[in-house]
């Protein structure tokens, strides 16, 4: 069996400071880890996504998380936000012998001007 | 591309009524999923498909059938609606084959459905 735990419903970031996002996993194998957006009113879009490569993964629109096994830990981060990153962020995981994905509750983020 | 795409996007029912969500999937992708979204509670799998012909039961499947006659298309059922099946659908669709391999999956753009 495998979970996400995505620690904080709703972050509220200035524009232009830190983005992070929490995300703790639990897996009997080894994981595939991933992160999408979903902007208002829309479907979700993969951001990254980790498959046992390099453990610190970029993914698209300046977004980056690092996989830290010891910790079981896959957070999401941006240096500087942009009004546009105002979303919801969903982390999930699946394993490498089963194609189901297991999503956290999501985080809201609000970027303040 | 068209991608995945879903119908209707939305759809009000009536406690006891019927009806059916398409989702159809142009990139020739095996695996097709759906999902219900709800506040606070992330997406949670409701039925899968690893092919044509074949279905399977998610996480939460009670209340939905599926059916997945077509490759490109996974239909999912309501026989009889309930207030609590209120909620915002996605499909989803993913390949087994390079380059994309299992791990990416495509998402719709959601069907709103409420229940009264």
């Known amino acids: 069996a495998q979970s996400v735990t995505q620690l904080g419903s709703h972050v509220s970031v200035s524009e232009g400071a830190l983005v992070l996002l929490r995300c703790n996993y639990s897996s009997s194998v080894p994981p595939y880890l991933f992160w999408y957006v979903q902007y208002p009113n829309q479907g979700l879009q993969l951001l990254l996504k980790y498959t046992s490569a390099a453990t610190l993964v970029k993914g698209i629109n300046g977004f980056e998380a690092e996989f830290k096994k010891s910790e079981t830990s896959f957070h999401l981060t941006k240096p500087s936000a942009h009004m546009s990153d105002a979303a919801e962020y969903f982390c999930a995981v699946s394993s490498t012998n089963d194609y189901k994905l297991s999503f956290g509750a999501g985080t809201t983020v609000t970027v303040r001007a | 591309n068209a991608g995945v795409t879903q119908t209707p996007k939305f759809r009000v029912l009536k406690t006891g009524q019927s009806m059916t969500l398409l989702c159809a999937q142009d990139m020739n992708h095996e695996y097709m999923y759906w999902y219900r979204q709800d506040p606070g509670m992330g997406l949670r799998l409701i039925h899968y498909?690893?092919?044509?012909?074949?279905?399977a039961k998610g996480e939460v499947p009670d209340g939905y059938n599926v059916s997945r006659l077509k490759k490109q298309n996974f239909l999912l059922g309501l026989e009889s609606a309930a207030p609590s099946q209120t909620s915002v659908y996605f499909c989803?669709?993913?390949?087994?084959?390079?380059?994309?391999?299992?791990?990416?999956?495509?998402f719709g753009p959601g069907t709103r459905l409420t229940v009264l």
């Open positions: 498909s690893v092919g044509e012909g074949t279905t």
């Open positions: 989803a669709s993913s390949s087994p084959f390079p380059p994309q391999g299992t791990d990416t999956q495509y």
